[in-house]
């Protein structure tokens, strides 16, 4: 059973548009994250939860918006995306803390055309 | 905003060659992980480090933390096509609310 998932894992889109993505974690894992990976690979963290809390909200359009409907999920909502939203978008978990060992999902790679 | 350096950005050897990745900050860490992510995946860990000084062992790959705790190496022997990939280094920082700041990257390209 895969750890981390996300669906889609590509989404090809409009400018305008508003698009979800979806994330699960079967680990048990009291944390969850959201990164956006640019085209220059650089990783940056967008939010994290803890026990449906979110604990880290970075500079992050208000456009975006995580959803945690509980422990083992925490989706992306994407309102009136624009050109610059392009990119990979992943999903983590850890059990606890930020320093303990993260377990990415495989991505999704989201185009705004 | 916390900076992670990462050097070089891309580095390409052949087959069998030893190299050295390293990543550097201007503030200290509280701990510091190493990932490597392969195309179209996410970053799996390599390994934490947290002590100042402390060197930690993996295979082929050797990790080091710097003693002031400020920087950091990753060392491959003999390099194989397999480690090819995105080796990233993440920090997190004393009071930085518990986030972990990821480094630019280096891609590795391992030549057969």
């Known amino acids: 059973d895969t750890a981390v998932s996300q669906t889609p894992k590509y989404l090809v889109t409009q400018m305008g548009n508003d698009k979800s993505i979806k994330c699960e974690q079967n680990l048990g894992h009291d944390t969850m994250y959201w990164y956006k990976q640019d085209s220059k690979k650089f990783l940056k963290i967008m939010f994290s939860y803890n026990n449906k809390e979110l604990i880290i909200n970075e500079t992050v359009p208000n456009r975006f918006s995580p959803k945690s409907p509980d422990k083992a999920h925490l989706n992306l909502h994407i309102n009136s995306l624009e050109l610059g939203d392009s990119a990979v978008y992943f999903c983590a978990s850890s059990q606890n803390g930020v320093e303990e060992t993260q377990y990415f999902g495989p991505g999704t790679r989201l185009l705004v055309l | 905003t916390q900076l992670l350096e990462q050097s070089p950005q891309f580095l390409s050897i052949q087959e069998g060659e030893n190299l050295t990745v390293y990543c550097n900050s201007s503030?200290?860490?509280?701990?510091l992980q190493w990932y490597r992510q392969e195309p179209g995946e996410g970053p799996v860990l390599l390994v934490t480090v947290v002590t100042g000084g402390e060197v930690k062992k993996l295979k082929r790959l050797t990790f080091q933390f710097g003693d002031a705790r400020k920087d950091s190496s990753l060392h491959i022997t003999a390099a194989q096509p397999g480690d090819t990939g995105l080796y990233l280094c993440?920090?997190?920082?004393?009071?930085?609310?518990?986030?972990?700041?990821f480094g630019s990257g280096t891609q590795l390209t391992v030549l057969p």
């Open positions: 993440a920090g997190t920082y004393s009071g930085s609310a518990r986030q972990l700041t």
């Open positions: 503030s200290v860490f509280s701990s």
